[in-house]
């Protein structure tokens, strides 16, 4: 069946960089875009950016803008998500979400989650 | 910078009906917004509700409806459950792969 999955949970140091990996699974991984949502403790959702991993486009929240890099190696069906210069505010949990755009690009929504990786920041 | 506005939170009776909606700061919400809607309880990853306006998920109940009401996109519950106490989001799709979520809406059945 179609799944994404995300490792559990990471600690990080302020000012490292943390890499969040995605596996997806039971479906043509090209053929779908991935979005990356985190939520603070406490907090709402927020998105964070998209790939497409048919051609690696990319697109990010101006929040995160210059600190933020989104990757994929479609050999591994695997999507990545690079957070730099790390601050407490960046604890949070990171959700990676399948987009599907619909045959005609009429969707354009996210279907499936990953379970999220927690991330946190501590000195 | 896009704000998507919800309402923070809503009450409803067990059995009744309410509808949450969801805004842009600036403009009005139409179907080439692709509005869609996320449940998610504390703790728990988010389950898609309604995509593309008003096209139920996949496995998800009736009783949620999604519409366009005036300039903004609204969920409907009708016939309240326990288990709808949730928080409830609206993302729309703003073009050339960007999204923006509300800050979601906090639901109570009592």
């Known amino acids: 069946q179609v799944q994404l999955m995300q490792s559990g949970a990471e600690l990080k140091k302020p000012g490292a960089s943390v890499k969040v990996p995605c596996k997806a699974s039971?479906?043509?991984?090209?053929?779908?875009?991935i979005n990356w949502v985190r939520q603070a403790p406490g907090q709402g959702l927020v998105w964070v950016g998209w790939?497409?991993?048919?051609?690696?486009?990319?697109h990010y929240a101006q929040k995160f803008e210059g600190r933020v890099s989104m990757t994929t190696d479609t050999s591994r069906s695997t999507a990545y998500m690079e957070l730099r210069t790390l601050t407490s505010d960046d604890t949070a949990v990171y959700f990676c979400?399948?987009?599907?755009?619909?045959?005609?690009?009429?969707?354009?929504?996210?279907?499936?989650w990953g379970n999220g990786t927690t991330v946190t920041v501590s000195s | 910078q896009t704000v998507v506005t919800q309402e923070p939170s809503f009450s409803v009776s067990p059995g009744g009906t309410v509808t949450l909606t969801c805004g842009l700061s600036?403009?009005?919400?139409?179907?080439?917004?692709?509005p869609s809607w996320y449940q998610q309880t504390p703790g728990q990853t988010p389950r898609t509700l309604i995509y593309?306006?008003?096209t139920l998920s996949s496995g998800v109940p009736d009783r949620f409806s999604g519409s366009i009401l005036g300039n903004k996109a609204a969920l409907t519950i009708t016939g309240a459950q326990a288990d709808d106490e949730s928080d409830y989001y609206c993302?729309?799709?703003?073009?050339?792969?960007?999204?923006?979520f509300g800050g979601g809406t906090k639901l109570t059945v009592l």
């Open positions: 979400a399948r987009v599907d755009y619909g045959d005609y690009d009429d969707y354009n929504y996210m279907d499936v």
């Open positions: 039971g479906y043509r991984f090209t053929s779908y875009g």
């Open positions: 790939i497409n991993p048919y051609n690696g486009n990319t």
């Open positions: 600036s403009g009005s919400v139409s179907t080439s917004r692709f």
């Open positions: 593309s306006t008003n």
């Open positions: 993302v729309l799709y703003m073009g050339s792969g960007l999204w923006v």
